[in-house]
C-alpha cells in the first residue's frame, strides 16, 4: 500500500475482520452515494463538509487533511484548491481505489485496523480529519474519537456526519424499506451500524473525547447528523 510517509498500516482484507461485528460485503454499496434517492441524504452533508473544508483552507491554505474511512473518496470534488488528502480505510479496495485515481491531492492511504485509534497507526498531526459516515461503524468510538483528536495539530479541525438515531423517521425506513433494498444487494442493514447517535449523545461523546467548540446539527431531512469540533490549541 502506497505510504508517503512510511506509517504502517495493517492489511486486512475487508471489514469482516475478526472481533468485527460482520457488516457483510458493504463496498458494492459505495456507488450508490451519488445515484437518487442516496443523494437526497448525502448532498446535505457534502455541502455541510464542503462549507467546513472552505474554512480550514481560510485558515491553513496548503493544510493536509486525514479522511477517515475514505471509501470512494466522492467528496473530494467539492475540496478547495489547496488542500492535500491522505486517505484511511479498513477496507483495501476503498485505498485502492482512491490512490489509482492518481490525484496529486491525495499523499498516501493507509489500510487501518477497525476500532484502533488512528493515531496508533499514523505518527504525525493533520490540520484537519473527516470522517463522513463512519462513527457509527466503530464499536469502540470513545478510544477512537480520541484517537482522531490526538491525530490533529493542537486547535486542528473535525467534520463528522453519521446517520441520525434520536429521532423516529430514519429508524423507520431504515427498518423497512431501506432493509429491503439491502437484502436485494446481499447485505442487511441490522448489524451495519453497531454504534448510533443523537445529537445530545454525539456532542457528549466529542466533549468527553477531549474536544472543544462542538457544534452538532441534523441536517435539513432531519436523517443526518453532522459534528464540527476542535482539539484543543
Ligand atoms: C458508509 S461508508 C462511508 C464512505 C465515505 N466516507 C462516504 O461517505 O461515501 C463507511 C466507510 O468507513 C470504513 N470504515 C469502517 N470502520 C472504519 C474504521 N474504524 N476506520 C476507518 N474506516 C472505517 C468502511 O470500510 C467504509 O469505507
Redesign the pocket.
Known sequence: MNNADGEHGARVG??GHPG?PD?GD??A??AR?RQFPWTLY?QP?ERDLERFLRGLAGEHPAGEVL?????????IDAAPAGLTFHV????ER?VEAVLDRGDLRITGGTV?????P?DHVLTRQFAAIY????V???LAWPS?LVGLRRALVPGGRLWL?TPNYGEPWLPAIESTVLELIARKSGFSRRQLHPTRFSRGSLRRGLLGAGFEDVAVRSTPTRLALTAWARAPR
Open positions: 475487508h471489514p468485527h457488516q458493504y463496498f454499496n459505495h452515494a448525502h452533508l479522511v477517515v474511512g475514505c471509501g470512494l473518496l466522492h467528496e484511511v480505510d479498513i477496507d476503498a487501518v485496523v477497525p476500532e484502533e488512528v470522517a463522513k459516515e463512519v457509527e461503524h466503530v477512537w456526519s
